[in-house]
């Protein structure tokens, strides 16, 4: 049972932007924040940005803050992520999933404990 699916990856040139989604089942949308992390081959997985389940709060990582945003239309359970002006190390596999909370998923992110059960979506930047 499919519960995510992201797309929107691709290949680009830096400075250029790519638009990411994720669309979810609603079990797996319904009350619960959502997030993307990302990884790159060789690296642990690194949380990029987290929306709580009304679309009031957003947190980001450091790296991505001011360049990336996330947004949610949970309408369509449907996830976001704009990304601008990107850059070479922004190249990984980019996943979407959910928890409890922003708080909870940056938990599970720093453990390492954080999964999708999608496929995730390529992101490749070329300087």
């Known amino acids: 049972q499919v519960q995510a699916a992201e797309s929107g990856g691709g290949s680009v040139p830096a400075g250029a932007s790519l638009r990411l989604s994720c669309t979810a089942s609603r079990k797996t949308f319904d009350d619960y924040a959502m997030g993307w992390f990302r990884r790159a081959p060789g690296t642990e997985r690194e949380g990029v940005a987290c929306i709580s389940w009304s679309g009031d709060d957003t947190y980001y990582s450091d790296s991505v803050k001011g360049r990336f945003t996330i947004s949610r239309d949970n309408a369509r359970n449907t996830l976001y992520l704009q990304m601008n002006n990107l850059k070479p190390e922004d190249t990984a596999i980019y996943y979407c999933?959910?928890?409890?909370?922003?708080?909870?998923?940056?938990?599970?992110?720093?453990?390492?404990?954080?999964?999708?059960w999608g496929q995730g979506t390529h992101v490749t930047v070329s300087s």
């Open positions: 999933a959910h928890a409890a909370s922003c708080n909870n998923w940056w938990q599970l992110v720093n453990n390492q404990r954080i999964q999708s």
